[in-house]
């Protein structure tokens, strides 16, 4: 019996190079959301992850499944280490978890994930396929002794 064929695509993940996108994103967002700063990481980071990401990726067809997912896990666990700490820091402090200290983190995070994460995501989608892209042209060039 001959097995459907959807038109719809694959969305294929390799777990290795994404989650070093992931954690790639979030050291280079962390230093600067830890001290309440907005800097041209917090735009930018998506690329460098989807770099990563489709840098290390085998096969071309899953670099924008994996850029993509860098890009939005990465952001995502920034904000959810942005709320962890604006809490700790509270809490050392003396004042409660839910003081204005923990809640200028906790805006912070909401507007990190609603506004960048997308943007991750976006950019690391389309850097993963770029690096991907120059990963293979470079392989087989050099494969090929020219």
């Known amino acids: 019996m001959a097995r459907e064929r959807s038109l719809r695509p694959a969305f ?8 070093l996108g992931a954690a790639t994103l979030l050291a280079v967002l962390l230093p600067g959301l830890l001290r309440l700063e907005i800097g041209r990481e917090v735009y930018l980071g998506g690329l460098l992850a989807g770099l990563v990401a489709g840098g ?3 096969r071309y ?3 924008m499944s994996n850029g993509l997912l860098a890009g939005a896990l ?3 666990a920034a904000c959810v280490v942005l709320f962890a700490y ?3 820091a509270s809490w050392r402090l003396g004042f409660g978890f839910d003081s204005v200290f ?7 995070a909401i507007a990190l994930f609603v506004l960048a994460v997308p943007i991750h995501a976006v950019e690391g989608a ?5 690096a991907n892209g120059l990963r293979v042209r470079l392989l087989d060039r050099f494969a090929s002794g020219g």
Do not use: C, I, K
């Open 12 to 19: 294929d993940v390799n777990w290795r190079p994404t989650l």
């Open 56 to 58: 290390l990726t085998d």
């Open 61 to 63: 067809g899953n670099a």
């Open 74 to 76: 990465g952001g995502a």
């Open 86 to 88: 604006g809490s700790y």
């Open 102 to 108: 923990a809640a200028q983190y906790g805006f912070r």
């Open 126 to 130: 389309l850097a993963a396929l770029l």
